[in-house]
């Protein structure tokens, strides 16, 4: 499967760093606050487990899958929710769990969604950050690397479904979308 990576960006072992210095931030701003993480399936699946191991605080989780790229390499714009929370988020402190901030879109939908649902609060963690992906302008609280303007998958990032199982970050070669 590597066959198809032009280059790997971060290692297993520096998500997992990163996991844990991102873990104990939320752990000490948010003692005592029983806050709820929210994974956005299906791309946050890994990084879920990870973060949430790393919050050594009371935290409950819940899970809403949505999706805009279906099986393309550039949004839809359309934000589809697949599967809603169980969980009321009424006066809950939330925490949005994503791999990655692209255009921006899926944030901002998901943000207006919560505060409409009367959130306490509502915050972003995600793994990756694209800014020059940005369309509208969003806010990422809990930030692990920045990724140049290229498609990137592993870890739970796809490309029409596939490698989302590699353990680590990579630029997907350009030949495998476009040919
Ligand atoms: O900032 P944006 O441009 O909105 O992109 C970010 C979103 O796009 C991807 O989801 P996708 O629609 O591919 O669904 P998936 O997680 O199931 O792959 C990714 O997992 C984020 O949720
Ligand atoms: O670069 C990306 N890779 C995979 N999924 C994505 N969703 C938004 N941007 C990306
Ligand atoms: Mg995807």
Redesign the pocket.
Same mark, same amino acid.
């Given at each position: 499967m590597d066959a198809d990576i032009k280059k790997v960006l971060y290692s297993e072992q520096e998500i997992q760093a990163v996991t844990q210095r991102l873990g104990q931030q939320i752990t000490a701003d948010y003692q005592g606050k029983n806050p709820l993480l929210v994974c956005? /399936?299906?791309?946050?699946y890994l990084f879920m487990a990870d973060i949430a191991k790393n919050v050594s605080d009371y935290a409950e989780v819940d899970f809403m899958? =949505?999706?805009?790229?279906?099986d393309g390499v550039v949004?839809t714009g359309n =934000?589809k929710i697949i599967k809603d929370l169980d969980i009321d988020v009424k006066g809950r402190d939330v925490i949005i769990v $994503?791999?990655?901030?692209?255009? %921006?879109?899926? /944030?901002a939908y998901l943000i207006d969604l919560f505060n409409g649902r009367d959130v306490k609060s509502v915050k972003v963690c995600s793994l990756l950050d694209?800014p020059e992906?940005r369309?509208v302008d969003v806010q990422v609280d809990y930030a692990g690397f920045e990724v140049p303007n290229e498609f990137v998958v592993g870890y %739970? /990032?796809?490309y029409a $479904?596939k490698y989302?199982n590699l353990p680590y970050i990579g630029i997907l070669k350009p030949e495998i979308y476009t040919e």
């Open positions: 956005i /399936l299906k791309g946050a899958n =949505v999706s805009s790229y279906g949004s =934000v $994503e791999d990655i901030v692209d255009t %921006g879109q899926t /944030l694209k992906g369309k %739970g /990032l796809d $479904e989302r």
